[in-house]
């Protein structure tokens, strides 16, 4: 059974950093795009950045390029998402899913939650 | 970037009744590669993270009831609730693939 769990979440204050990880299990993790996706505080779903099999390209929503690194570990089945510079915008539940198809997610985590303020 | 306009934002139906959800992106998300619209469309109860029920239009996953179904092409896109069940209240997001990935805003579910 298809499983993902992210992790790292918390209260941190602007300009400040963290890295989510999201640990994958019941498939073959080295073979499927993975994705990771936001959701503020009610509030709808804004797609965050994605990353290919290898880990070789990588795509970004603009308002994180160059703040927000998606990276994975094939041989750790781990996808992560390092946040830099944070703002209180960015405060939201983060899952982490994978991407079958072309762009379709299929399967998600639970979500692990980032709050941003001082 | 393609933007994804769902409407109406929220509807309330009688169980049993049919529930009509439209998302309308953009521009054109038809994939010439594969002959598909890439249309997908997501379930989420409060507290869950979101369920995909339906890819490429009208695609739907295993295990998802088959009152769930999707239609349309070009920009105008549909998921149809056929008898609406105390279990399908949700918020409901469409999807696009065709050119990164946009959601719509949601739609919200109740019973009526």
């Known amino acids: 059974e298809v499983a993902l769990v992210e992790s790292g979440g918390g209260l941190v204050q602007p300009g400040g950093s963290l890295k989510l990880s999201c640990a994958a299990s019941g498939f073959t993790f080295s073979n499927d795009w993975m994705t990771w996706v936001r959701q503020a505080p009610g509030k709808g779903l804004e797609w965050v950045a994605t990353?290919?099999?290898?880990?070789?390209?990588?795509f970004y929503m603009g308002s994180v390029e160059g703040r927000f690194t998606i990276s994975r570990d094939n041989g750790k089945n781990s996808l992560y998402l390092q946040t830099n510079s944070l703002r209180g915008e960015d405060t939201a539940v983060y899952f982490c899913?994978?991407?079958?198809?072309?762009?379709?997610?299929?399967?998600w985590g639970q979500g692990t939650p980032v709050t941003v303020s001082s | 970037d393609i933007v994804m306009t769902q409407s109406p934002d929220s509807l309330a139906v009688s169980l049993g009744e049919r529930a009509t959800i439209n998302c309308k992106s953009s521009q054109s998300v038809f994939h010439r590669s594969n002959n598909k619209n890439e249309i997908a469309w997501y379930q989420q109860k409060p507290g869950q993270p979101p369920k995909l029920l339906i890819s490429w239009t009208s695609a739907r996953e295993f295990g998802v009831p088959d009152r769930f179904s999707g239609s349309g092409s070009g920009t105008d896109f549909t998921l149809t609730i056929s008898s609406l069940q105390a279990e399908d209240v949700a918020v409901y997001y469409c999807q696009q693939s065709y050119s990164g990935k946009t959601f719509g805003q949601g739609t919200k579910v109740e019973i009526k």
């Open positions: 899913a994978r991407e079958v198809r072309g762009g379709i997610l299929d399967y």
């Open positions: 990353i290919n099999q290898a880990g070789s390209e990588t």
